[in-house]
């Protein structure tokens, strides 16, 4: 296998296992290891614990030809633990004497129901890029990502089918050498039920998790005013 195919899934949950983020990459990377890519799958926060997760961490950035890093927002950026990774990262790479070309691709997963609100968090990640010598070959912004809730994307039906397509012209791309298509782009941000719709189901799941918890009754409360 040449060192042209390897490619790097950094997730960017703090979940162990089971995030929306997950259920992302691993699309993606299960298409490009269809294609006769080397793949490889790394916790971002899990691996920031030990010293060992971190070696393990900047060696595989170091071998990957293109980083794949997929993660959720937080309220308009990265995971704090994300943001660790990438400063490891940059001032590792800072220190390399050679760097070879490598291509780095972001995808964010939030629960508003609009894409638009990981701009921020996508303009982050290609300003790192810039700035830790990767070639950016774009960023990917779902919205509504609640709604899958950590199931595999093959198994998710109809709410994940722009995802799916989305991610298949990514593999496409990056297959050819080329960056992330507009037409993925949009297709990744494009809504799978009506916004109200989105909303609806949110707020009843909101009251069924506070009448598990016995505050039903206290969701209007304003204990500060």
């Known amino acids: 296998m040449s060192r042209d195919n390897r490619v790097l899934l950094l997730i960017g949950s703090p979940k162990k296992a089971g995030s929306t983020s997950e259920s992302l990459g691993d699309y993606l990377l299960g298409s490009l290891g269809n294609k006769g890519f080397e793949t490889e799958k790394i ?11 971190i070696s393990e961490l ?5 071998t990957a ?15 704090s633990g994300v943001i660790r990774a990438l400063e490891l990262i940059a001032c590792h790479r800072a220190e390399l004497k050679q760097r070879r070309r490598q291509k780095l691709v972001a995808i964010s997963n939030s629960g508003f129901p609009e894409a638009h609100h990981s701009e921020v968090a996508l303009a982050i ?18 919205g509504g990502g609640e709604a899958i809730a950590g199931i595999p994307l093959d198994k998710a039906g109809g709410r ?3 995802a799916r397509q989305a991610l298949d012209m990514v ?3 990056l297959e050819k050498g080329m960056p992330v298509p507009q037409e993925a782009v949009e297709l ?6 009506p916004k109200w719709m989105y909303i609806w189901f949110g707020s009843m799941g909101w009251k069924r998790l506070a009448k598990k918890n016995g ?7 304003r204990p500060f005013e």
Not at 66 to 78: A, E, K, R
């Open 125 to 142: 990640c290609r300003r790192f890029a810039g700035q830790a010598g990767f070639d950016w070959a774009g960023g990917l912004a779902l």
């Open 171 to 173: 593999a496409d791309a």
């Open 160 to 162: 994940a089918r722009f």
């Open 188 to 193: 990744m941000g494009r809504p799978f039920i």
């Open 215 to 221: 505050v039903l009754h206290d969701l209007q409360c």
């Open 65 to 79: 030809d293109i980083l794949l890093l997929v993660f959720p927002l937080y309220v308009d950026s990265l995971h």
């Open 58 to 62: 900047l060696w595989a950035t170091d």
């Open 43 to 53: 916790q971002v926060v899990q691996a920031l614990r030990t010293p060992e997760g």
